[in-house]
């Protein structure tokens, strides 16, 4: 086995920042209050916490420890079943897809930061150029909600004069330049932060993970202080207990968690594989998702003050102006800070908080594609600067069609369907591989030797009997909403990859159908610690330990 020289974090605070800033993005702001308020307010936490413990959290524990025991990205981690590699392949197309659409949504926040500058805000009034003869500005007893064919300022400004929006998906459209510029600005800026790899990742995220926070606190002060605040709290959080009896509730906070935290996208993979070998991931495993978690109901006391605002402002039911996606980050908030004292301060404080949370789930999405080619070809470590700059170019150029007339609709399409199937698949396999055909006593051993802690019979548990079944219905349920021929190619051009690579690996076995199928899902040879002096350790222990003797609750020897 070849030894390249690994990467690692500075120290164990930069690694959960980098967790934390790829876990805590945009979507803890347009859509979990919107899911929370949907689904029955407070009583919406039960299924969501619930799911969390028995699913979230055992889920993010099992990457980190694959990433960190085998030093290995999404790819290579699937040396410990050779036959499901193809899941890791699926991870890299996955991340490709997302980067492609979620790079252009990150250069609405710049636009807007650049148009907050101008006074009065250019969304505040319909007397400009680009307006119909439906746009209404919000006033008291307004029917702005009420009337779907009334629009408002926001809206055109969002909609006709930065996207230039064409009218479906089928109309592309010519590049909108305002758009393509600022993701050229984006694309940028995320390059100069991740060009040296972890080294200067880590010390960007004590800024760009940690400054989204004080600027929610600044806007939750704010928020509470607002006229008509309290009822939008209230709103977000009045528990509808009957809603517990819909399973489309259950589904909802299921997925949210897989959308939240990230398993499945192979990102915490590639983080915890930065990890020192021994260090015990337990604690931040856990810390990760409730930060994360809290995060969300954070942002959803945020956000529903400020829509109890406009919906007293509007004479309208919160309900009316509560929205999810875009339109709650580029339409109604915008019309919320226009209505504020001050509105230039609050709308660039905002946006600028909402690109930082973008941007650090860039960070950890596109260094987890270069670390799983890398994986595969550890020779390229040596150009790794380069092998950034060309996949970041790669990757810049792929999302141009996203800055389109019709750019919108295909941001839509991808944010929808990409996870759909691929999410839950990923996960499977690695249960699959981890605890099914490499066995529970096996990790268990190399949990043991790995942190020196046992591994807890909850967590395999949790693996081996409660998620697979919570994996297959997240599945059925979430293709029921696919959209479209195009919904169905966007949701399996990723997954196809397990059953292409499986049918490789077949085809190149030797002997009857299931000798090679047994032969295929043996680990390879470069499963384990990626160290030389690791590696023979880890052997040692190994040949201290008779596996089908041993019991699962594991005690290291003295």
């Given at each position: 086995m070849s030894y390249a020289a690994h990467e690692r974090w500075a120290s164990q605070a930069e690694y959960l920042l980098s967790c934390l800033g790829y876990a805590v993005g945009i979507g803890n702001i347009w859509r979990f209050p919107y899911l929370c308020y949907r689904n029955g307010g407070g009583a919406f936490l039960v299924p969501y916490f619930l799911t969390l413990i028995v699913c979230g959290i055992p889920l993010v524990y099992l990457e980190t420890l694959l990433g960190q025991f085998s030093n290995a990205g999404c790819i290579s981690v699937f040396n410990i079943n050779p036959l499901l590699k193809g899941a890791g392949y699926a991870a890299v197309i996955l991340n490709v897809i997302a980067v492609i659409y979620f790079a252009s949504i990150m250069a609405y926040p710049i636009l807007y930061i650049y148009h907050s500058f101008g006074s009065p805000l250019p969304w505040q009034t319909c007397s400009n150029s680009w307006n119909t003869e439906n746009c209404t500005e919000i006033t008291v007893n307004s029917s702005l909600f009420m009337n779907g064919t009334i629009t408002t300022p926001e809206d055109e400004f969002f909609h006709i004069r930065l996207l230039h929006m064409s009218s479906g998906l089928s109309q592309i459209g010519g590049i909108v330049w305002p758009v393509f510029w600022c993701n050229v600005i984006s694309w940028i800026l995320v390059y100069l932060c991740i060009c040296n790899g972890v080294k200067s990742v880590g010390k960007i995220v004590y800024f760009t993970v940690l400054f989204p926070y004080v600027v929610l606190t600044a806007l939750f002060v704010r928020g509470i202080t607002l006229p008509g605040s309290w009822q939008g709290i209230l709103?977000?959080?009045?528990?509808?207990?009957?809603?517990?009896?819909?399973p489309k509730v259950w589904a909802d906070a299921a997925t949210q968690i897989f959308y939240s935290l990230g398993p499945g996208w192979g990102g915490l993979v590639s983080m915890a594989s930065f990890n020192k070998f021994h260090y015990n991931n337990l604690r931040s495993s856990i810390i990760i998702p409730l930060v994360n978690s809290g995060t969300s109901i954070w942002a959803g006391f945020v956000v529903f003050s400020v829509l109890g605002f406009v919906a007293e402002r509007a004479g309208v039911p919160v309900g009316r102006v509560a929205t999810a996606g875009p339109g709650l980050a580029f339409v109604t908030y915008p019309a919320a800070v226009s209505m504020?004292?001050?509105?230039?301060?609050?709308?660039?404080?905002?946006?600028?908080?909402?690109?930082?949370?973008?941007?650090?789930s860039m960070f950890v999405t596109i260094e987890s594609v270069i670390a799983g080619v890398m994986d595969e070809f550890p020779q390229l470590r040596r150009r790794k600067r380069f092998i950034t700059l060309m996949t970041c170019l790669c990757l810049f150029c792929l999302s141009i069609i996203c800055n389109t007339e019709g750019?919108?609709?295909?941001?839509?399409?991808?944010?929808?369907?990409?996870?759909?199937?691929?999410?839950?698949?990923?996960?499977?396999?690695?249960i699959l591989g981890a605890v099914y055909t490499y066995g529970p006593r096996k990790f268990s051993i190399d949990?043991?030797?790995?942190?020196?802690?046992?591994?807890?019979?909850?967590?395999?548990?949790?693996w081996r009997y409660i998620i697979p079944v919570?994996?297959?219905?997240?599945?059925?349920?979430?293709?029921?909403?696919?959209?479209?021929?195009?919904?169905?190619?966007?949701?399996?051009?990723?997954?196809?990859?397990?059953?292409?690579?499986?049918?490789?690996?077949?085809?190149?076995?030797?002997?009857?159908?299931?000798?090679?199928?047994?032969?295929?899902?043996?680990p390879s040879e470069n499963w384990g610690p990626i160290e030389p002096v690791v590696r023979e350790q880890w052997k040692a222990f190994q040949s201290l330990h008779n596996v089908s003797d041993i019991p699962l609750n594991l005690t290291k020897p003295n």
């Open positions: 709103y977000f959080v009045l528990p509808d207990w009957k809603q517990l009896l819909n504020m004292p001050a509105p230039n301060f609050w709308a660039i404080t905002f946006f600028v908080m909402l690109f930082f949370l973008g941007i650090d750019g919108l609709h295909i941001i839509t399409l991808l944010d929808a369907h990409v996870a759909i199937a691929a999410v839950p698949v990923v996960c499977g396999m690695e949990v043991l030797f790995m942190t020196g802690k046992p591994l807890m019979l909850f967590w395999l548990i949790m919570l994996l297959v219905v997240i599945t059925i349920y979430s293709l029921r909403e696919v959209n479209g021929i195009m919904g169905w190619i966007v949701a399996f051009i990723s997954v196809i990859c397990v059953p292409i690579h499986a049918a490789k690996v077949l085809l190149r076995g030797k002997g009857n159908f299931i000798k090679r199928i047994r032969d295929s899902c043996e």
